[in-house]
């Protein structure tokens, strides 16, 4: 019960754990921490063979913190040829969509605040706007309306490949029910976690260290695209795209990690104390690098991340030449 930040579990009358889904967010952490391993998530890796088994063109796309999951010796390229073995069809970075919601939050953060709203939060972190929305309802138009990494890599792909099965793999158990909202149609049709990843790569015996890398190599991701999986990139991505359009602009910057520290980043934020910034939440201490389908130790993964970010052709979102097909994506 500890580790849940929204106070979301409590015992039955016979003192068996019990969650509250008014209040649970889907963060994850309590599969992590419960030491009985007594909590689970509903897995979709059954789906995702099926869906191969009937020559569907099934497409992955790998989330930010994908890095150094699979291996000290399991580079992208790697991990590309490896997917590809099972029988994936392509291998596609998130990291490509996190360019485009950068561009997109900034382009909201420079029209909305302050003159339309006291401050902004971040959208790609879905425990954290949804904890926001549940606990803080009087901000809810306060959180970014811009569209997730994932579903944004998810149109990007859908628009060339309109009947591919599109599965997200990624460090997070809330994706799984931001990929099913009905809300927002995610074009997301599986979901699963690096952890269940690594469970398919052990069945097949595919080794990924020693596989030859995929002479396609990776996307034409950013830097800051890239270092969206650590705690604070977010946030930095989308100062670094208004100071490249604006160099004198200040972008006040404040954030939390774990939902304990984002609800008390909220509470402040209802006293005035983060008027005119920018708000990144994330559910997950660390980033997305600490979820709950994660398998490496957080600083470890975190160095992978900004070691494999460091090496992109680009720095800035702005500069991809995905952020032209933007507006085709926003509807």
Same mark, same amino acid.
């Given at each position: 019960a500890g580790a849940c930040g929204m106070d979301a579990i409590g015992s039955d009358e016979l003192g068996r754990a019990k969650i509250d889904y008014d209040k649970c967010v889907s963060c994850g952490?309590? =599969?992590?921490?419960?030491?009985?391993?007594a909590i689970?998530?509903? @897995?979709?890796?059954?789906?995702?063979?099926?869906?191969?088994?009937?020559?569907?063109?099934?497409? #992955?796309?790998?989330?930010?913190?994908?890095?150094?999951?699979?291996?000290?010796?399991?580079?992208?390229?790697?991990?590309?040829?490896?997917?590809?073995?099972l029988g994936f069809?392509?291998?596609?970075?998130?990291?490509?969509?996190?360019? =485009?919601?950068?561009?997109?939050?900034?382009?909201?953060? =420079?029209?909305?605040?302050?003159?339309?709203?006291?401050?902004?939060?971040? @959208?790609?972190?879905?425990?954290? @706007?949804?904890?926001?929305?549940?606990?803080?309802?009087?901000?809810?138009?306060?959180?970014?309306? #811009?569209?997730?990494?994932?579903?944004?890599?998810?149109?990007?792909?859908k628009r060339e490949h309109p009947d591919a099965k599109i599965v997200f793999i990624g460090p997070c158990a809330a994706k799984k029910l931001e990929a099913m909202r009905k809300s927002v149609r995610s074009e997301v049709d599986f979901v699963l976690t690096f952890e269940e990843m690594d469970g398919i790569f052990d069945?097949?015996?595919?080794?990924?260290?020693?596989?030859?890398?995929d002479p396609e190599g990776v996307n034409d991701a950013s830097t800051d695209g890239r270092n969206f999986a650590v705690a604070g990139g977010v946030a930095k991505?989308?100062?670094?795209?208004?100071?490249?359009?604006?160099?004198?602009?200040?972008v006040k910057i404040a954030n939390a990690e774990g939902l304990k520290e984002c609800r008390q980043l909220l509470k402040m934020a209802t006293l005035g104390k983060y008027n005119g910034y920018l708000l990144e939440g994330m559910a997950c201490p660390g980033g997305c690098v600490a979820g709950a389908g994660t398998m490496q130790p957080v600083k470890k993964s975190q160095a992978a991340v900004n070691l494999y970010a460091s090496k992109a052709k680009h720095k800035n979102s702005n500069e991809t030449e995905h952020v032209k097909e933007l507006d085709k994506l926003v509807y």
């Open positions: 952490m309590c =599969l992590v921490n419960c030491p009985f391993a689970a998530d509903k @897995s979709q890796i059954l789906q995702v063979i099926t869906a191969m088994q009937r020559n569907e063109e099934v497409i #992955a796309c790998v989330a930010p913190a994908f890095v150094g999951q699979f291996g000290k010796e399991a580079t992208p390229a790697k991990l590309k040829a490896a997917m590809r073995r069809a392509d291998v596609v970075e998130v990291a490509i969509g996190a360019d =485009l919601c950068t561009v997109e939050e900034a382009k909201d953060f =420079l029209e909305e605040v302050p003159e339309k709203q006291p401050f902004m939060g971040t @959208s790609c972190c879905p425990a954290w @706007s949804v904890m926001a929305k549940k606990l803080f309802p009087e901000f809810k138009d306060y959180i970014s309306m #811009a569209l997730t990494p994932m579903v944004l890599t998810a149109r990007l792909i069945a097949k015996h595919v080794d990924i260290e020693n596989i030859e890398e991505s989308v100062a670094d795209v208004i100071h490249a359009k604006y160099p004198d602009k200040e």
